[in-house]
């Protein structure tokens, strides 16, 4: 005879099942040897960032949407996340958001590993300025022929960060072989914060 603890078990296991799934999923996702993200950021007031944020989304990575402000995000978060140790994020967003979260992270041992800079151009397509890790600036190459889908595939260039970030650099400058117009014409940055190792 089934007894009221064994009703309870099997309503647990159901309902945690979802989140199980979902958490096995986007770990099968995230390339071997990236670095885990905490938090994957986007600016919802802007199309490409949208489309930044569902694509992190539908890896697995754990997304944060911002208007603009961070104040949210960094009391009700970030700030509690970071006094318990480092963490790496990453986002899509304008130069604000970032220039304010790369100072805060300062306190947390961390610094910007990657930054590309894609502003719109005359033509409306982008030019895309990539800097950080080897393998990633090579990775994001690929944004030269990639037309009004360049912020989704950003969202994979920086899911794949490497876990050992290298101090040296490369650095990478292009334009869009295709047009992409830009609903807004914002000048957005796509990046990776994490910790680095002191000398």
Wanted: net charge positive; charged share 20%; glycine share 10%.
């Amino acid at each position: 005879m089934v007894n009221r603890r064994e009703i309870l078990q099997g309503g647990i296991a159901v309902t945690a099942l979802p989140i199980v799934s979902n958490v096995a999923w986007g770990a099968a996702r995230q390339p071997e040897g990236s670095l885990p993200l905490y938090k994957v950021i986007y600016d919802e007031r802007f199309a490409e960032s949208r489309r930044f944020g569902d694509e992190a989304r539908r890896l697995g990575a754990p997304i944060h949407a911002i208007q603009g402000d961070i104040t949210s995000l960094w009391y009700d978060d970030l700030y509690v996340r970071w006094r318990n140790g480092a963490a790496a994020i990453a986002g899509l967003t304008a130069h604000g958001a970032l220039f304010c979260l790369e100072r805060l992270a300062w306190d947390a041992g961390m610094r910007v590993v990657f930054r590309a800079d894609h502003k719109p151009t005359a033509d409306g397509s982008f030019q895309h300025s990539l800097q950080g890790p080897a393998a990633m600036v090579s990775a994001g190459t690929e944004l030269r022929d990639a037309g009004t889908d360049w912020s989704c595939r950003v969202a994979g260039v920086v899911l794949g960060c490497p876990a050992e970030v290298s101090k040296k650099k490369q650095r990478v400058v292009f334009a869009q072989a295709s047009a992409a117009v830009s609903e807004e014409g914002q000048a957005l940055i796509s990046w990776v914060i994490a910790p680095v190792k002191r000398a």
